[in-house]
């Protein structure tokens, strides 16, 4: 199905094969699209298995999936610009806990969704692991309150760990 200018307009790094990767952290690069389904509540989830950042004390590179969820609600943000944002932390220095963070209100201001969650799964390094958890859910609606419960039920049956 092809898609109408309406709906593309605005994007302007997916299907472009001259696309630059930013060597510096920069949420500039991210773009939307309007969200066609905006009266159903559903989860868009992206699975980032090479995330990469720097410790900003040592200077030593960090390794995570990230995983991101979020609710809809009028914008999407478009995977390649959201790969290419990502793709921006490899030279950033900051703590786990800062860059799921970042991401999370990144995407809060870019998309203005119902509901997000932003869960880093990173790598040991010096024997231990650190896996940060952040979210939103949108004040005064019910996502609100669903954000409550996901924080405060996000680790109940944390997965076995044997593959870091």
């Not at 958890?133 to 669903?146: D, R």
């Amino acid at each position: 199905m092809a898609r109408t200018e309406k709906e593309t307009e605005g994007l302007s790094l997916l299907g472009n094969q001259g696309v630059k990767y930013p060597s510096d952290y920069s949420a500039d690069i991210l773009e939307t699209f309007v969200n066609k389904h905006p009266d159903n509540d559903y989860f868009v989830k992206f699975n980032c298995p090479e995330f990469t950042s720097l410790c900003p004390i040592t200077g030593q590179p960090d390794f995570a999936t990230i995983y991101i969820s979020y609710v809809p609600e009028t914008l999407m943000v478009e995977s390649k610009s959201l790969k290419l944002y990502l793709f921006s932390f490899r030279n950033h220095g900051d703590f786990h806990e800062d860059c799921v963070n970042i991401i999370m209100k990144d995407l809060i201001k870019l998309m203005d969704p119902k509901y997000i969650e932003v869960w880093g799964k990173f790598t040991p390094r010096g024997g231990i692991s650190i896996d940060p958890y952040c979210n939103y859910g949108k004040p005064g609606t019910k996502w609100e309150q669903v954000a409550f419960n996901r924080l405060t039920n996000h680790d109940l049956y944390p997965e076995k760990v044997d593959n870091r």
